[in-house]
């Protein structure tokens, strides 16, 4: 008995012996890369580094968009046993706001649970301080390093470097993962959103050494990102400011181009905002508020916004009549003041109520007479008038290098019968004749046309960037521009017959624009006033603007370039509801023209 049990006993032993063996091999051979990884995963973790957003500059090398030392507070889910409990001790050491716990929630469902999660963008000093506090009460949460986005002008060039800000779900799910892994923010707008792939940067690694609570203790090794190329841009800033200060507190735009190769030199609308509030976090409510603003500024006048051109169509209009054959610059129309289509009882007036008397080319358009237009467009007729603006660009998009353009109307007989599904009338001619009825601009638009009228029919398309820079080669590489566009007219003579009629605007004595007229400069220009209410029929003359709400009183345009021989710069102007185009407009436009040219009168 003693010996069966002796066996047993030892059966047993070996039996058990042989299955710790096996599993010492299946632990220590079999799967030991499997283990080992694992056991390397328990004290080692591999972080993503995001790239350093590239900078912005302006054509002289100052800085528009730049990176600023910020601390984040950010959380690593699988660190953290208790969600709910984690953001509710938070709430107590620091400010923490329903829509940051909104926004770390929906990031929450699309980011891996091994990313560091943002819940504030920005901390204080005295933030980091109180959270360092309580650090050993909140494993998965620390405090990291970042560069924050930093717009050193604000308002001044809100609209056209844009702004970044933190990644949406829609961003999330249209955004490549791995690309954007540990970043926080990215571009939505302006410049900013137009190369956000530029200025982004690829992704970096990094192998760090933690503790039990999973607090970094080492970087064992790492992969450096790539930061993000540097635009430098076409824009002068002194332009910029020099056109936002002459606008004052008028609402509109202002766009201003070298019409020698496209460069855009100022693109202005106002009123902006500030694009470091929204870099930084803006509360909901404030956002609300400043998208419900009356004076929307956060909406891009100068790209998106759509006005009648008014009378800055005049010149354009003379240009075809003459390439048409329909008038000569001598024929002369007679302007008692109003027109009407025969057999109607309509009357359209001349703004000026006594009319201005008989009219050939140049002083029709020096002296903006709407009379002479109104007869010179019935002449042409609308579908030729649409056909030879369009090759000045007018209802299309003109390409810029950057987001959120809108497209102008200019109106044709099929595109009222597929819109409106109506026939076209002889009074809507008329009308289209002084930049009224259906056609639309867009201030980008207008100075885009301009650029062509001014460099005798050479049409570039706008840009804004001039260069992308390597930040760690050192290269530059230039901004890919499409080949000009070429207005050929039939009797190439025309084009000086109208540049001398538009230099007339500022140079003659006549001109509706004499009072920007400088003694060392010649200057072209064209002033224009869209009507925003119709004018009745048993009303003798325009709405008096002091005896009208704003919001009911003409918008004021203005186009110029100078010189008028050789021009580098076109300026164009929208004020909304600023009444005179050569009053109001005008000044705006010679200001610029000053600030590039750097003269005096």
């Known amino acids: 008995?003693?010996?069966?049990?002796?066996?047993?006993?030892?059966?047993?032993?070996?039996?058990?012996?042989?299955?710790?063996?096996?599993?010492?091999?299946?632990?220590?051979?079999?799967?030991?890369?499997?283990?080992?990884?694992?056991?390397?995963?328990?004290?080692?973790?591999?972080?993503?580094v995001p790239p350093t957003r590239g900078?912005?500059?302006?054509?002289?090398?100052?800085?528009?968009?730049?990176?600023v030392p910020a601390f984040q507070l950010a959380i690593v889910p699988e660190q953290v046993r208790d969600m709910d409990a984690t953001l509710a001790g938070?709430?107590?050491?620091?400010?923490?706001?329903?829509?940051?716990?909104?926004?770390?929630?929906?990031?929450?469902?699309?980011?891996?649970?091994?990313?560091?999660?943002?819940?504030?963008?920005?901390?204080?000093?005295?933030?980091?301080?109180?959270?360092?506090?309580?650090?050993?009460?909140?494993?998965?949460?620390?405090?990291?390093?970042?560069?924050?986005?930093?717009?050193?002008?604000?308002?001044?060039?809100?609209?056209?470097?844009?702004?970044?800000?933190?990644?949406?779900?829609?961003?999330?799910?249209?955004?490549?993962?791995q690309d954007y892994a540990g970043t926080t923010q990215v571009g939505k707008s302006g410049l900013e959103r137009a190369y956000e792939d530029e200025l982004h940067g690829d992704v970096g690694t990094e192998q760090v050494l933690v503790n039990v609570q999973g607090r970094a203790l080492q970087v064992l090794d790492?992969?450096?990102?790539?930061?993000?190329?540097?635009?430098?841009?076409?824009?002068?800033?002194?332009?910029?400011?020099?056109?936002?200060?002459?606008?004052?507190?008028?609402?509109?735009?202002?766009?201003a181009i070298d019409p020698r190769d496209g460069a855009v030199r100022a693109l202005v609308s106002l009123p902006g905002y500030d694009p470091n509030a929204l870099a930084q976090g803006l509360e909901t409510e404030a956002f609300e508020a400043m998208r419900r603003d009356p004076d929307r500024p956060m909406f891009n006048r100068a790209l998106a916004g759509r006005y009648p051109p008014g009378s800055t169509v005049k010149p354009f209009l003379a240009l075809a009549a003459l390439d048409m054959g329909a008038i000569t610059p001598d024929d002369e129309a007679v302007c008692q003041g109003w027109f009407q289509l025969e057999g109607e009882e309509r009357r359209y007036?001349?703004?000026?109520?006594?009319?201005?008397?008989?009219?050939?080319?140049?002083?029709?358009?020096?002296?903006?007479?709407?009379?002479?237009?109104?007869?010179?467009?019935?002449?042409?007729?609308?579908?030729?008038?649409?056909?030879?603006?369009?090759?000045?660009g007018f209802g299309r998009i003109s390409g810029i290098d950057t987001v959120g353009e809108g497209r102008g109307l200019n109106p044709s007989r099929a595109w009222k019968r597929q819109r409106m599904n109506q026939a076209w009338y002889p009074g809507e001619t008329v009308i289209t004749g002084i930049g009224q009825g259906y056609t639309l601009i867009t201030p980008l638009q207008l100075a885009w046309s301009t650029s062509a009228l001014a460099n005798r029919g050479t049409l570039?398309?706008?840009?804004?960037?001039?260069?992308?820079?390597?930040?760690?080669?050192?290269?530059?590489?230039?901004?890919?521009?499409?080949?000009?566009?070429?207005?050929?007219?039939?009797?190439?003579?025309?084009?000086?017959?109208?540049?001398?009629?538009?230099?007339?605007?500022?140079?003659?004595?006549?001109?509706?624009?004499?009072?920007?007229?400088?003694?060392?400069?010649?200057?072209?220009?064209?002033?224009?006033?869209?009507?925003?209410?119709?004018?009745?029929?048993?009303?003798?003359?325009?709405?008096?603007?002091?005896?009208?709400?704003?919001?009911?009183?003409?918008?004021?345009?203005?186009?110029?370039?100078?010189?008028?021989?050789?021009?580098?710069?076109?300026?164009?102007?929208?004020?909304?509801?600023?009444?005179g185009g050569s009053s109001v407009a005008a000044p705006v436009a010679r200001a610029v023209i000053d600030a590039e040219l750097a003269g005096g009168s």
């Open 349 to 392: 007036r001349d703004w000026r109520r006594e009319g201005h008397g008989h009219m050939d080319m140049r002083h029709a358009i020096a002296q903006s007479c709407d009379v002479y237009f109104y007869q010179l467009a019935l002449r042409m007729g609308i579908d030729p008038m649409a056909n030879f603006m369009d090759r000045f």
């Open 55 to 67: 900078l912005i500059y302006d054509r002289d090398g100052r800085v528009l968009a730049q990176n």
């Open 90 to 177: 938070l709430a107590n050491v620091l400010q923490v706001r329903d829509e940051d716990v909104a926004r770390f929630r929906r990031q929450l469902q699309q980011r891996q649970r091994f990313d560091a999660i943002p819940l504030r963008l920005r901390l204080s000093d005295e933030e980091v301080a109180a959270f360092a506090v309580q650090r050993q009460n909140f494993p998965g949460v620390d405090v990291r390093a970042v560069l924050g986005r930093d717009y050193p002008y604000g308002a001044a060039t809100s609209h056209l470097i844009g702004y970044v800000s933190s990644l949406s779900v829609t961003d999330l799910q249209t955004l490549d993962e």
């Open 1 to 48: 008995m003693f010996l069966g049990r002796t066996l047993a006993a030892g059966v047993i032993v070996l039996l058990m012996a042989a299955a710790v063996l096996g599993r010492l091999y299946y632990l220590q051979v079999s799967e030991f890369e499997y283990f080992e990884a694992l056991a390397h995963g328990n004290r080692v973790r591999i972080h993503a």
């Open 222 to 255: 790492e992969q450096l990102p790539v930061p993000g190329r540097d635009l430098h841009l076409e824009v002068d800033l002194d332009l910029q400011l020099a056109a936002i200060a002459a606008m004052g507190e008028y609402r509109g735009a202002v766009v």
């Open 460 to 579: 570039y398309a706008p840009r804004l960037v001039a260069t992308l820079s390597d930040a760690l080669s050192g290269r530059d590489a230039t901004v890919s521009q499409p080949a000009p566009e070429q207005i050929r007219l039939h009797d190439p003579g025309s084009w000086e017959t109208v540049i001398e009629a538009t230099a007339a605007v500022v140079g003659a004595p006549y001109g509706t624009a004499r009072g920007i007229n400088r003694r060392d400069l010649r200057i072209a220009g064209k002033s224009g006033t869209a009507q925003v209410v119709a004018i009745a029929q048993d009303q003798d003359e325009r709405i008096d603007p002091t005896t009208v709400v704003e919001s009911r009183r003409d918008h004021a345009l203005f186009i110029a370039w100078a010189p008028v021989e050789a021009p580098t710069i076109v300026v164009a102007v929208l004020i909304e509801h600023g009444v």
